[in-house]
């Protein structure tokens, strides 16, 4: 074994890296928007979900072998469309982010609600985003215990809520299983996948990994399927506890739900609260810096020397992007006044990258001969379901604006 292999990570530590990125705290939106859109046939949706998320996941992992390097997703579209191609997939990916974590602040909007009655949900989302992007211009940034203590925060509530909701859990609360119409399950993809964006940043474990050819995809699955099960079973057992009339609308905390459910651990339920509340602000505090960064990385790539100029002065910069990237949230929070919006315009953006980038595969003859194409013609056909899934719920909402 050469030195260098010696200092890389094995396939385990690889499962648990992958796991972190996925597990986040846009899970907890799911249950309210799910229950009033589809109903228990919600669960049916994640299933759904995770198969397209480990084939869609296996194309990006190839891709990821076949083009190490940085720029990701611009580069993989690159391949086959070139530099304009490449600026499209790598932007769309940037503002189906920003997108989500103006529907996280709306999230934490809701929950400050509970400790702050007196203020509306937005004006407490935007001194929430004031004080982020404070955080981030001056360099406050998680340590890896911080990193540790906000999966533990976002692992911890899961794993609770889903023990409480299965000792209540009944058979008679799932009929009928799908009161909306099983079409609705499909459209709810676009709902679900919003949990497990995150899955593709295991495509840099390629550097990094020990055997990558067989441990990366073996990574990619394990973590999938794990943050999967976990995902549906969380979800599952709220349908199981919880009458349909316990749910008052899609942006309904979790532990509004859980209060109705168990009136009798008030204190345990706040501590819930607190502990969502602060994965989610966290989530929310990594994504503004993330996001930035991306920006920044991006930018050389642009063809623009007075860009390029900027930048060399001082300009552009990464305080400068990390404001910018923070009132981009804040306007997609305040802008956005329905949750199937946020939903909608998220998986369109986030997922259309994801298509843009597996288009290379396809025009690999090599790819072809050796069958790994198998995987990614079914990534991009459940790819192409959420996105037209997603694209016909943003139709119908444009419709009832106008």
Excluded at 21 to 48: D, H, K, N, Q, R
Excluded at 210 to 223: G, I, T
Excluded at 297 to 306: A, F, L, N
């Amino acid at each position: 074994m050469s030195d260098q292999n010696l200092h890389k990570i094995g396939l385990a530590t690889a499962i648990i890296i992958g796991m972190n990125a996925m597990i986040g705290s846009g899970v907890f939106t799911a249950p309210s928007a799910l229950a009033t859109e589809v109903g228990p046939a919600g669960i049916l949706a994640y299933i759904f979900v995770v198969a397209a998320i480990w084939f869609m996941g296996s194309s990006l992992a190839r891709l990821a072998e076949l083009f190490p390097g940085e720029g990701s997703f611009y580069l993989y579209a690159k391949q086959w469309g070139g530099h304009k191609v490449g600026m499209l997939a790598i932007f769309s990916y940037i503002l189906g982010a920003i997108v989500a974590m103006g529907l996280l602040l709306r999230i934490t909007g809701e929950y400050l609600v509970k400790f702050f009655p007196a203020y509306s949900s937005l004006y407490l989302s935007g001194v929430v985003l004031a004080v982020l992007i404070l955080a981030n211009v001056f360099g406050v940034a998680f340590s890896r215990f911080g990193q540790h203590l906000l999966i533990f925060l976002t692992v911890s509530p899961l794993i609770i809520i889903t023990l409480m909701c299965l000792t209540e859990a009944k058979f008679a609360n799932i009929i009928p299983f799908a009161p909306y119409g099983y079409w609705n399950v499909l459209k709810a993809t676009r709902i679900v996948i919003f949990g497990f964006f995150g899955f593709e940043c295991a495509a840099s474990l390629y550097k990094v990994v020990k055997d990558p050819h067989k441990n990366v995809p073996r990574a990619f699955s394990w973590s999938i399927l794990g943050v999967g099960a976990l995902y549906t079973l969380f979800v599952s057992s709220i349908i199981f506890a919880t009458p349909p009339d316990f749910i008052a609308n899609a942006y309904e905390p979790i532990t509004d739900i859980l209060l109705k459910l168990f009136p009798q651990h008030i204190w345990l339920i706040n501590v819930l609260h607190i502990s969502i509340l602060s994965a989610i602000i966290g989530s929310i505090h990594s994504m503004i810096w993330s996001v930035s960064h991306l920006i920044m990385s991006i930018i050389d790539k642009v063809r623009s020397p007075r860009i390029h100029l900027l930048k060399k002065r001082g300009v552009i910069s990464q305080p400068l992007l990390v404001v910018i990237v923070g009132l981009l949230m804040g306007l997609a929070c305040a802008s956005l006044q329905n949750i199937d919006l946020f939903f909608s315009i998220i998986a369109l953006f986030v997922v259309f990258t994801y298509i843009l980038s597996m288009i290379t595969l396809l025009t690999l003859p090599s790819e072809w001969k050796s069958g790994n194409n198998i995987k990614t013609i079914i990534g991009m056909l459940t790819a192409l379901t959420i996105f037209y899934f997603a694209a016909d719920s943003l139709v119908e909402e444009v419709i009832k604006f106008i």
